[in-house]
């Protein structure tokens, strides 16, 4: 019974519709999205450039998630790609997240498939460095990301070329810096 | 000759049926909007920032502020990605009260939803009969786990409560009378010819947006996209139990009326059969060391919270506070979309169609 | 009719302390209406109601009023001052001026026109322009499409309820209220709601929506224009619309009971011992509740559905029932 | 039509029903035993671990501690201890950390006042804010105790 649970609770949909077959030892065997990863990184290889992918690994800790590190000048294109693409539909962006590494900004897309049926995520990241951030947005592709762009652009500073209407949206309009950054410094610390 | 100008008014951020401190300035011609821009962040506390100073045991009474209705299912998404990063095995007996908690929450809020939703649209009476409602569920969590609006009731590795004697035995009674009001709500409503009137064929739009702009939850649903996470990447125990999604395909404020509806009645379904099957005994608390320390990684979860998808994303370095947290909050995401739906609408359907959203502010802001 | 005739110092007396006690009885009235509002829509509610200030809470109104009169009058500076001040005061006064034809028994009534139910009508259609002034005056722009939509759903649906009434006039064959009650004498089914009641249920709907009370609240709908034309009102000036607006509710409940509902008389001939004034107030009072009813029960209707409803559905069945009513008397007539 | 109809049924039904709203101020409501209001403190059974205030997650909590007057004892005993209840949260984090049950939960919850001045509390009040303790009162109470309890 526990062994069982265990494995709905490691990956439901795998045990649900029965893509892979179940691995109970995830951590010998390769993952059973390894395949899947593989095959979204060939695929951005081949249509997008060969050194679009700075990294691609399992996120292990998350379910076996996909992650891909896109070096951010393809990030458009390898967006519309990943929405496009007959194999993939990843129609929904479901979560951007900004952070702040100290050393770079990173902002995580977690995208989904509404569509294919195989609903299965992917987590892309795209970094920025530390000075001047800057990430193309991907307003155009996913409506999704404006008001997700704006709120990192209000509370990290990171830039987003492209955006129709990159504003602050948390802060007031006249707010200096940006809380969320690890560095900073509230002007006033009463408020 | 007749001079016509368009008139810029300022709905907000104090307002009746803003549903809180949100803002929208509209571009009105006579009464009809041609274009509408929301101001939010008036609510704005700064969760995520705050939490990155605070173990995480400390930030969970923060998620129960975020969205304030449905505090429960906040709690849950947090303690959820610490678990999911931490390996933990959560026992039988607290994964149950979870889940009756998360959907007792689940009907409590969409009862407030209903009855403000129709305080909106002009009617009166509605919205007491369902705090009445609502008042027995929270009245229950109340003797769980004292307090009735802010419940910070989960833990990570479990529940701080069991549930007191004769709890169970409540919400099974609940069940039934629940069931009888819905009929009353019913006939009370939904078949009244000026509501209807209100909310069929207004904010309509169709799947292909509401996949676009991100919606989740009821507003994605009445678009015909079947798509729950408690059915499609289930959490907690809920491939346990029989139900079904409910879905629409109008896309209009009505659809949406009658998903949400529906889904209290999918609810008391899941209530039911969690009720019967609840464990007699067993532990409420796994084995959690005394100071959390996720290890190093990164998690997304997300689980459906009433409004939507709501999501949890933490960076953990391997210390007790979090590196980055950071939620996806269900009513900013489907909040994105009301611009589009207002151009052209008039000033009585912008109450209607931000109503039929279905925003909290606090989540909003976050 | 005396007293008109010969206008003495003593006569003029009389009349000004007619005038008083209709005021007294009318904000009695108010007073308690607004209270067995609160009161019903309370209980509907599964609430209280007011039970504070008083024994039963019997003088909360008394309470509010005196709230209202104490508090600041405060005029926003942008404001046309003149017709600021004088919007309440139009909405009021022709409020008050039309209960003098409604005639309560054979003898209580302050004047017998023979063109009372034209009068009624002429004078209640001015309160309208006192609300689309308070509404332009304030400088706001909630009480200004208050305003509007006041001034909006007042063309349409005067026109019904005029039409809704043509009906009982031509069944009467008079204009005097005094005289469509006289008609109605003789047990209920005398009463014109069953010859009329087409023309009833139309009359009940546009007099609501002259109202200006649920489900036609537009132009103060407060979960869209806040509170529509009088965002800007306070103290005393928000008072008289509000009693404006009771007061109607007093004439409309008035005029229902003597245009449908046969005025004083009893339902049955035998129960004619109790006095004709208890089943006038009897009838009142059933209307002035389902006016609450109503308003706690219905949600708001749209600008534009309430427009179409005015102009598509009750104009066209009002004619309807003018012509099908003149041809049933004329047959009537025929085959006498 | 039917549907207003039947919506006029249903209101006209609840005209009699029995009302569900409460006379507050006159009759007090009655809050569970689990119920998270105003702390009671005990300062006799405090040995100033501190654990409340650093668990506190809004930090409302400021206590001081002092060395034991009776030298024959060792640790310290509390001197002062101050919650401010403008930014409490009454989320139970400090009863819940507290090893000796020295602050605890109370069913009180009426905090409103003139001024916020009055919303700083001192030990003094906290400690005779003594009515309606909580009974059940510690997470640390092992569960399978507390199962027993139960029962």
């Not at chain 3, 965002?231 to 409940?253: D, T």
């Not at chain 4, 602050?103 to 009040?125: C, P």
Request: glycine share 6%; charged share 25%.
């Amino acid at each position: 019974m526990s062994d069982q649970k265990q494995v709905t609770e490691m990956d439901p949909k795998e045990s649900k519709k029965n893509i892979e077959n179940i691995e109970e030892e995830v951590t010998e065997e390769p993952s059973p999205n390894q395949d899947r990863l593989d095959r979204i990184v060939e695929l951005i290889k081949t249509n997008i450039a060969e050194d679009a992918i700075e990294v691609a690994f399992i996120n292990e800790l998350d379910r076996d998630l996909p992650c891909i590190v896109i070096r951010s000048p393809y990030w458009v294109k390898t967006a519309m790609l990943l929405k496009e693409s007959e194999l993939l539909k990843l129609n929904y962006l479901r979560n951007v997240s900004g952070i702040d590494f100290e050393t770079h900004f990173e902002v995580v897309y977690y995208l989904l498939s509404m569509s294919t049926g195989n609903q299965l995520d992917v987590c892309i990241k795209v970094k920025a460095d530390r000075e001047n951030p800057s990430i193309p947005s991907i307003t155009s592709v996913w409506n999704t990301a404006n008001w997700n762009e704006r709120e990192i652009y209000d509370l990290l500073g990171v830039q987003f070329p492209g955006h129709p209407n990159l504003k602050r949206i948390m802060m007031p309009d006249d707010w200096e810096g940006h809380p969320l950054r690890k560095d900073y410094e509230p002007i006033d610390p009463e408020v | 000759m007749i001079r016509t100008e368009e008139l810029l008014l300022n709905v907000g951020p104090q307002h009746p049926s803003t549903h809180g401190v949100f803002r929208i300035i509209v571009k009105l011609d006579g009464e009809v909007i041609t274009e509408a821009t929301p101001v939010i962040g008036y609510l704005h506390r700064g969760t995520e920032k705050l939490a990155e100073n605070l173990t995480y045991t400390q930030v969970i009474p923060y998620t129960d502020r975020m969205d304030y209705v449905s505090a429960m299912t906040n709690n849950y998404v947090l303690c959820h990605a610490v678990e999911t990063l931490m390996d933990l095995e959560i026992p039988e007996r607290a994964e149950f009260l979870r889940l009756i908690v998360m959907e007792l929450q689940r009907i409590a809020s969409h009862l407030v939803w209903w009855g403000t939703y129709l305080l909106d649209i002009g009617a009166m009476s509605p919205f007491l009969y369902a705090f009445r409602e609502r008042e027995m569920i929270v009245n229950m969590f109340n003797e769980l786990c004292g307090a009735r609006l802010t419940y910070f009731y989960m833990r990570v590795g479990g529940v701080k409560w069991d549930a007191p004697e004769g709890w169970i035995d409540k919400v099974r009674d609940f069940i039934p009378y629940m069931r009888e009001k819905l009929d009353e709500y019913e006939q009370l409503v939904s078949g009244n010819e000026i509501f209807l009137a209100r909310v069929k064929g207004v904010g309509t739009y169709d799947a292909q947006s509401a996949i676009d702009f991100g919606l989740s939850g009821a507003n994605l649903r009445s678009t015909g996209v079947k798509f729950d996470l408690r059915k499609d990447q289930p959490y907690s125990i809920y491939d346990r139990f029989d139900f079904d999604v409910p879905v629409q395909t109008a896309g209009d404020c009505y659809a949406r009326y009658l998903v949400r509806f529906e889904e209290i009645k999918q609810s008391l379904r899941i209530l039911e059969q969690a009720v019967e099957q609840f464990p007699e005994d067993g532990q409420i608390m796994a084995k959690v060391p005394r100071v959390i320390r996720p290890p190093e990684g990164e998690v997304y979860t997300r689980i459906e919270s009433p409004r939507g998808e709501i999501g949890c994303h933490i960076v953990s370095k391997k210390k007790p506070q979090p590196y980055r947290l950071k939620f996806r909050r269900p009513s900013f995401v489907n909040l994105q979309i009301l611009p589009k739906l207002l151009v052209g609408e008039t000033m009585t359907n912008l109450v209607t169609i931000l109503g039929g959203i279905d925003i909290v502010l606090g989540e909003v802001d976050g | 009719m005396n007293l008109l005739q010969d206008l003495t110092f003593s006569s003029f007396m009389w009349f000004l302390s007619g005038a008083v006690v209709l005021l007294a009885v009318v904000l009695g009235f108010v007073t308690y209406a607004i209270y067995f509002e609160r009161k019903v829509i309370g209980w509907i509610q599964l609430r209280k109601g007011p039970n504070r200030v008083g024994p039963l809470g019997l003088f909360q109104t008394v309470a509010d009023v005196l709230k209202l009169l104490l508090k600041e009058d405060t005029i926003p500076r942008n404001a046309d001052r003149f017709l600021f001040i004088l919007a309440p005061v139009i909405a009021f006064v022709p409020a008050f001026v039309v209960l003098a034809t409604i005639p309560y028994t054979s003898l209580l009534q302050f004047a017998d026109l023979n063109v009372g139910l034209l009068y009624y009508f002429a004078l209640s259609s001015i309160s309208t322009i006192g609300i689309l002034l308070g509404g332009w005056a304030s400088n706001n722009k909630y009480s200004l499409l208050g305003g509007m939509r006041s001034a909006a759903q007042m063309i349409s649906y005067e026109v019904p309820l005029v039409m809704s009434v043509v009906g009982v006039v031509l069944l009467s064959g008079s204009l005097s209220l005094n005289t469509i009650v006289e008609g109605q004498a003789g047990g209920f089914w005398q009463w014109n709601i069953l010859p009329q009641f087409v023309g009833f249920i139309i009359f009940i709907i546009a007099a609501v929506s002259e109202l200006n009370r649920t489900p036609f609240d537009l132009p103060e709908a407060e979960s869209e224009l806040v509170a529509g034309y009088h965002v800007e009102y306070s103290g005393f000036r928000f008072a008289f619309f509000m009693l404006a607006e009771y007061v109607y509710v007093y004439a409309i409940a008035a005029l229902t009971t003597v245009l449908f509902l046969g005025g004083w008389h009893s339902p049955l001939p035998f129960l004619d011992f109790i006095p004709a004034i208890v089943w006038f107030i009897l009838k009142f009072l059933s209307i002035v509740f389902f006016l609450f009813w109503i308003r706690a029960t219905l949600p708001r209707i749209r600008v534009d559905h309430l427009m179409s409803l005015g102009w598509k559905v009750l104009l066209p069945l009002a004619l309807v029932n003018i012509f099908v009513t003149t041809i049933v008397i004329e047959l009537i007539k025929y085959f006498k | 039509m039917k549907g207003i109809v039947k919506g006029m049924g249903v209101t006209l039904k609840n005209l009699t029903k029995k009302k569900v709203t409460h006379q507050y101020p006159d009759v007090p409501l009655e809050m569970p035993d689990r119920f998270r209001g105003v702390q009671h403190f005990d300062p006799e059974k405090c040995i100033v671990c501190n654990q409340c205030m650093n668990i506190c997650p809004t930090d409302c909590i400021d206590l001081i501690g002092k060395k034991n007057p009776d030298p024959e004892k060792k640790g310290k005993v509390i001197d002062t201890y101050d919650i401010n209840f403008e930014i409490c949260i009454l989320c139970d984090l400090c009863t819940e950390v507290c090893p000796t049950e020295a602050i605890v939960m109370t069913n009180n919850f009426e905090l409103a006042t003139y001024s916020r001045d009055d919303l700083f509390k001192n030990m003094e009040w906290l400690n005779d804010n003594n009515t309606n303790v909580r009974k059940e009162n510690s997470i640390n109470i092992p569960p399978k105790k507390a199962k027993k309890e139960e029962k």
